[in-house]
């Protein structure tokens, strides 16, 4: 070959090199761009461009349109983020499909490129009626009201009335005269086209839909104008508010008019509200009946109405307003309602009652008292609370001297409510009187007590020593309310008296006497009465203290509890073994290792129970020697909760005598059997809980398999793991639950390797409201997982997603990067806190916060402040993650003020805020400790009013009510003792340098 040839040989195969490589480089670099045209192609079913469409019809190109559902393509493309918005703003600008261009512009709200708030500023300029409302509402949210003032033109369009309403609702935040002009104009114009109405009704359809639009923004003008709060709005509203619209307008605006200085416009507005006969209250919140506060209007309601009435007078916010105008006529109105109308109505009267009370007519008191005779039941509780708001005493005491009266003890606590000096005269005489026994007497003496008057202490101290034992015990009750720890002077003298196994009468003088002293809470009266009923040995008083003592476990110190596992009887030793458990000090620990060997068996199971809550580990190993003999499903479930490897054998060896299906339907249907065998975290436990996920055992309701899925986690090890780490195998369109699990069990090994396969559940779960738990919590549990796992993986991975097409990814990735105590996570936040949308941006400032950067948090608890419930629960959730003493206040105020959790359940509405309780708790100070004390104080007072009344309702309603405020004890108690626990601790280390 010459040199020539060899020259050009050189040149050609360099040649192919260079082009190889640009053809590898192009295609590398603009693969993300053609996999969204791809998408995009496939959302609309055909070629993306001239040249994809000019291949596919010769044959070349043989991709085809999947026709998957749009969501799931959008899903798709929002993993491209940043990349994908020129091709979701061209899809809205030129889509014809409403079916495609909305998912598009649903998704280009959720993508954070500042390229999207142009494109929507450009929507609001070009005025398309398909997108301004929703790029009115974006920037609004997200760029603040100011951003919208601009486009105050809009509010003339009649074609862009949903935008027009967002900029109405955004100058209400603005203010200013400027705003007060513009909301003023919106009142006076007519939306309506002219042509629409010429057309008649040709065009009702069209006519309508204008007309509703035209309603709801000038009823958002109206709120904005009241917000404001300038005066000139007022004849503006007052000449061209039509009635048909009032239900919009609700709280603010009829209170605005209250409050902008004219009742009588405020009047005229709910008259002609009810003149229109509007079936659209409905609408109204209840609360809305708080604007008409302090109103008399000129015109007379009653005039307006005779019987028969109109039925909807009769709804509770109709019936609230005429009760918050607050004049004769409205008494009359309202009695005549419910004289003649709401007795034969679906519509119970208590709202006619409340607003009587409210108006606080001393005219309303007697028809309420006859309503209280000639009623059913269920109507008797809100009639007494009207009389207490009427401050109706003497008729209440009517109702007392009444012999045929089987409201006696609700009429009895209403008068004390009253707390009128005369009632104390006329209760000690009812007491004296001879004609009340029993239950009757002794609720008498509680009454007494509860009403507090000192001059009651003479005549039941010497009720004391009355012949009749009712009288003596209601007497012991009253003292002990009246003069609390003052009172032991007569009642230690009680306890000492001498028994007689035969003397019932002295013995209940023993009980009452005893349980008043232990109400004290005061230790050393405790113990004296402990000593005192051991000494007697009877089994009466044994029992009845034992009872009392478990009632009040929160103020017992267990040294005055565990003589009684010693008793002669097994109830006893059971009762008390149960209340050491409650208490929760580890000086009982010994005395019930002890007792496991007691011969009565469900004394063994309180034991066991106990033992698991105070968590002691020396009792690991006597609990397992009697394990087998006592298994219940109440005494697994506490071993679950105490969660010690060395439970894990005897449980399986128990599942290997019976089938896993008898074990299921054995146990509860939570599984706790699976859960205990879980929580032991022993590697031998994996193998049984495998075999239960894969059993084809899978009934209708019992999920069991999904405990052992999440109990995989708690067990740990390398089988675990490895079979957790095919997430694929727990996948299920039809049932995504056993899939969430396996990711959060697989999450708790916090292993970095397995962070690849958390990103890919990110990246490509549907999102979608078809699967069971949904692409929000599947890609959260994924999320928090990788933030649970930290490093730099992670923190990469994190960073990465702040880039997401979807807004509740950045969110969460957002709030595990300031979950982390890593510095290496602040570059991450500082670009989360640049996100254009607001929950985003929280989560980041706090994470900066953590930095350093004290104004920031600013911004997290003005979102306390608003009346967003979203906002709202994400400061509580920021507050909780910061644990910072500082900040401890807000979440303070949050328990006292609304102690229930929003987690909590229909059936358990007194739950308390556990996300708070627990943060606090870790914080630990003084203020905190106090707080709880305060939450301690108003449940003990709230169960003591139930323990008044429980023994005379048949209903079983009250106990239930008592009972979950002793779960709340509880729970508070077991705080209380941690927190001193921590500051005692924290006491005695040593100061830092």
Known sequence: MTGRKKLWAVFILLAAVIIGTGAWVYNYYTAPQRKIERLVWELRGSPAGRLDDWLAKVGIKTDKPQSRDPEMVMTDLAAYSKLATPYLIELVKSEKNDQIKWPAAQLLIQVNDPAVIDFFRQCLKTKDPFMTGTAAAFLKDNCGSQSLLEFADLLTDSNNLDAAAVIADALGNIGGKQATDLLIGVLTRNYIPQDIIDQGFQAYQEYQKYQDLEDELKATAIKSLVKIGDKRAIGPITAELRAKIVHLINLETIAGFYFLGDPKASADIVLRFIDANSRNYFRWTPTAAEGFGGLNPSIPLSSLFSPPLPKFLCDPVVIMAIGKLGGLDEVYLLLQTLRYECMKSDFPPDNILNALADIGDARAKKPIAMRIWNSKNETVPAAINALIKLNAYDELLAFMKNDDNYIYRDIALALVKLKNPNLLEILLKMFDSGIFWNEDLHFLGRCIGKLGDRRAIEPMRKAI?????????????????????????????????????????????????????????????????????????????????????????????????????????????????????????????????????????????????????????????????????????????????????????????????????????????????????????????????????????????????????????????????????????????????????????????????????????????????????????????????????????????????????????????????????????????????????????????????????????????????????????????????????????????????????????????????????????????????????????????????????????????????????????????????????????????????
């Open 465 to 993: 020593g009355d012949k009749h034992s009712d009288k003596r015990l209601a007497a012991i009750t009253a003292l002990y309310m009246i003069d609390g720890r003052q009172s032991l002077e007569y009642l230690m003298p009680i306890c000492d008296r001498k028994v007689d196994p035969n003397d019932l009468e002295n013995k209940w003088d023993i009980y009452y006497a005893a349980k008043a002293i232990i109400q004290t809470g005061e230790s050393e009266d405790v113990a004296f009465i402990s000593r005192k009923f051991r000494m007697i040995g009877d089994r009466d008083l044994d029992l009845g203290l034992v009872s009392i003592i478990s009632d009040y476990w929160w103020r017992m110190n267990p040294e005055n509890v565990i003589p009684f596992l010693e008793n002669a009887d097994s109830e006893v030793r059971k009762i008390a073994a149960e209340t050491l458990g409650k208490i929760g000090d580890r000086k009982a620990v010994v005395p019930l290792i002890k007792t496991l060997k007691d011969n009565d068996k469900d004394v063994r199971t309180a034991c066991i129970v106990a033992l698991c809550k105070i968590g002691d580990s020396r009792a690991v190993e006597p609990i397992i020697e009697v394990f087998e003999d006592v298994l219940n499903g109440w005494c697994v479930e506490s071993i679950a909760n105490f969660g010690d490897p060395r439970f894990a054998q005897p449980i399986l060896n128990h599942m290997r005598n019976i089938s896993i299906k008898e074990t299921m339907d054995f146990y509860t249907r939570k599984s706790p059997v699976l859960h205990a065998l879980g929580m032991s975290k022993n590697p031998t436990a994996t193998d049984a809980l495998i075999k239960v996920i894969e059993s084809p055992d899978k009934g209708e309701y019992d999920k069991y398999q999904y405990v052992a899925i999440a109990d995989l986690g708690n067990v740990g090890g390398k089988r675990a793991f490895d079979y957790l780490s095919d997430l694929q195998r727990f996948k299920s369109v039809l049932d995504d639950e056993a899939y969430y699990q396996a990711i959060v069990a697989l999450g708790k090994f916090a292993n970095p390797v397995s962070i690849d396969s958390f990103v890919a559940v990110v990246n490509t779960y549907p999102y979608g409201t078809k699967y069971p738990r949904g692409g929000f919590d599947i890609r959260k549990a994924a999320i928090e997982a990788i933030g649970g796992i930290g490093g730099p993986k992670a923190i990469d991975a994190l960073t990465k997603f702040l880039d997401h097409g979807y807004i509740d990814v950045r969110t969460e990735s957002a709030r595990a990067l300031f979950a982390m105590n890593d510095s290496s996570t602040r570059s991450a936040l500082e670009k989360a806190a640049g996100d254009i949308h607001w929950q985003v941006r929280a989560y980041a400032n706090a994470g900066l916060y953590k930095f350093g950067d004290k104004a920031v948090i600013e911004s997290v608890i003005a979102l306390l402040k608003t009346n967003d419930p979203k906002r709202r629960s994400i400061a509580v959730d920021i507050l909780c993650i910061l644990k910072d003493r500082q900040l401890a206040k807000y979440l303070i105020d949050e328990l006292l003020n609304n102690p229930k959790s929003e987690y909590a359940s229909y059936y358990y509405d007194d739950v308390v805020n556990l996300p708070v309780i627990d943060t606090l708790v870790e914080i630990g100070s003084s203020e905190v400790l106090e707080a709880f004390r305060k939450l301690m104080k108003q449940w003990e007072d709230e169960i003591e009013d139930i323990w008044i009344i429980e023994p005379y309702y048949k209903t079983g309603s009250h106990s239930y009510e008592a009972d979950e405020i002793l779960k709340n004890i509880e729970k508070i108690h077991y705080n209380i003792i941690k927190v001193q626990h921590k500051m005692a601790s924290a006491a005695t280390q040593p100061a830092e340098k």
